[in-house]
């Protein structure tokens, strides 16, 4: 522990964010019979302070701001994320949580919730599936049921793309 507390210190005030591209399937909840249609999740996140994101004293499940872009095969094409966040401690439960909304034409606003859970015996390995639901807001029907699986090449671009900025 006193290496993460260590790393806190030592970073200085700073902004980190990072790009997310997550593919895989959807299938409708009331059709479990139905062919996978194809998903598509462009995000971006951001750490607004990273060296209290890094000091392991802070038991705080951090929530990330969640911009992009989400697009399902037959629901949503390239709508941009509303209100989204993602939810995530580098020493908690392990679990990383993806919420936002979209609203796709003709204008029913959908909320997307999904989970990776991350074992530290084998951190890639377990993180690399996103299990999510798809519900309406208006009435919470679960609308579709959503599963991308990462893989290394995605890990590789997510890395490429973090940037640091340093605040004030």
């Known amino acids: 522990m006193w290496a993460g507390a260590l790393i806190a210190a030592l970073t200085p005030r700073a902004r980190l964010i990072f790009q997310e591209k997550v593919s895989g399937y959807h299938r409708p909840a009331d059709r479990e019979d139905a062919p996978p249609r194809s998903f598509r999740l462009e995000l971006e996140a951001r750490i607004d302070d990273l060296s209290r994101f890094l000091d392991p004293a802070s038991p705080v499940r951090h929530r990330l701001r969640l911009t992009g872009r989400v697009a399902l095969d037959g629901l949503a094409q390239s709508v941009p994320v509303d209100s989204g966040r993602l939810e995530l401690s580098p020493y908690a439960d392990g679990q990383i949580r993806y919420c936002f909304r979209f609203t796709p034409p003709p204008g029913s606003t959908l909320h997307f919730e999904g989970q990776r859970q991350l074992a530290l015996a084998d951190p890639w390995g377990s993180a690399a599936t996103l299990i999510g639901e798809i519900t309406q807001v208006d009435s919470g029907r679960t609308v579709t049921t959503c599963r991308a699986r990462s893989r290394s ?13 340093r605040l004030g």
């Open 153 to 165: 090449s995605d890990l590789a671009r997510l890395l490429r793309s973090l940037t640091v900025r």
